[in-house]
Each structure stands twice: as C-alpha cells, then as structure tokens.
T-cell receptor, first 114, second 112 residues
C-alpha cells in the first residue's frame, strides 16, 4: 500500500497570513508530486507540480520537495478568503508496475478568515 | 475549450441495474483515469489507462469495468451496482503519468 499522508485539519489562518500544508509519502522511489485545490462540490484543480528537490514558486504559492525526508509541502503566502478549500497532495511513483498509479492524500481543509 | 466531460452529472438508480458513466476528453491525452471520492477517504483510483486498449486496476476496482477503445473516451461501467458504490466519481486525463491531471466536473451516483 502506497501511503500519502497530509497534516490533519482543519487549518484556519487569518487573511494575509502564511498557510503551510504538509504531505509525507511512504514510497521512496516516487517521482512526481502534485498539489490540487478542491472547492466544496467542485472537481480538483491543479495548483502546483514539482519533480525535483527544492522550492518551486508560482505567485503566492511555493511547493517544497525533500525526497530524502519524503515530504512535500505547499506554502500559501498572503492567504485570501478565496483560498479556503481542501488541498490534496498527490504522488506518482513513475516507474515499474505502478507507473500509472496516482496516490492521493485525504486532503487538508483550509479556512482563511477575514 | 480543453475539457474532460462526464455524463451524467447526477444519477439515482437501484441495485443491480447496469449503468455506464461516460468520459470524454478533447486534449488528445494518452492517460485517463477514474476516481471515486468518499467522505474521510479522499480520492481513490478505480482504473486507469495509459493508452488505447491498455487498462489497469487502481486501488478499488471491484465492481467496476472500463474500456479504452479510442483515445478520447474512457467509460466506467457498473454491471451490477450496489449501495456501497454510492459516491462522487471523477474522470481525469493527462498527457502522461507524470503530468498533472485535468478533472471532469464529477458524477454523483446514488445506488438505492
């Protein structure tokens, strides 16, 4: 069983704060990592993808990957109420018999209050 | 507009009555996948397809069938639906297994 664990929520931050979302994965050979945002009743939409160790920034979002420690995180700077959603971490091994498998965490619900 | 289209969006049906949820993408994507989403369990992969005529099981394939006869379509078939298949279903596609997936709007199935 390939496990993807996310920090248990819900997470609540004030507007303008930094929200930090964490995800750990069990399979060391994992290659591709994704963060999706899902509003209530809607489908997941991609926030960030990251493949190499280090940081990747896109606007207010920064994804951080540490393969040695098997974690990937998402930082949201200057959080806005519109960021209130459930954030899903997804991991793909990228090789072998599970090449096509994508494993999702259970999600962290974020609320940004004005 | 690039999109993944699922139909129907909502369906209430009864145990044992075969049903098909269609999924079509217009992005020429090689990879397609089906997920179900249940409260507290997150998204779980049912089946996926890396190319035409190539399908494989995900986490929870029992009670489901799929086919990939052409690149754009990937229907999900419930031959004999049961109440434990009541769920929110998503179809997704991507260029490849290591690429971000585009999700359809979802299909909410209720099996009575």
């Amino acid at each position: 069983q390939k496990e993807v664990e996310q920090n248990s929520g819900p997470l609540s931050v004030p507007e303008g704060a930094i929200a930090s979302l964490n995800c750990t994965y069990s399979d060391r050979v994992s290659q591709s990592f994704f963060w999706y945002r899902q509003y209530s009743g809607k489908s997941p939409e991609l926030i960030m993808s990251i493949y190499s160790n280090g940081d990747k920034e896109d606007g207010r979002f920064t994804a951080q990957l540490n393969k040695a420690s098997q974690y990937v995180s998402l930082l949201i700077r200057d959080s806005q109420p519109s960021d209130s959603a459930t954030y899903l971490c997804a991991v793909n091994q990228g090789r072998g018999s599970t090449l096509g498998r994508l494993y999702f965490g259970r999600g962290t619900q974020l609320t940004v209050w004005p | 507009e690039a999109q993944v289209t699922q139909n129907p969006r909502y369906l209430i049906t009864v145990t044992g009555k075969k049903l098909t949820v269609t999924c079509s993408q217009n992005m020429n994507h090689e990879y397609m996948s089906w997920y179900r989403q249940d409260p507290g369990l997150g998204l779980r992969q049912i089946y996926y397809s890396m190319n035409v005529e190539a399908t494989d099981k995900g986490d929870v394939p029992e009670g489901y069938k799929v086919s990939r006869k052409e690149k754009r379509n990937f229907p999900l078939i419930l031959e004999s639906p049961s109440p434990n298949q009541t769920s929110l279903y998503f179809c997704a596609s991507s260029l490849g297994t290591d690429q971000p997936q585009h999700f359809g709007d979802g299909t909410r199935l209720s099996i009575l």
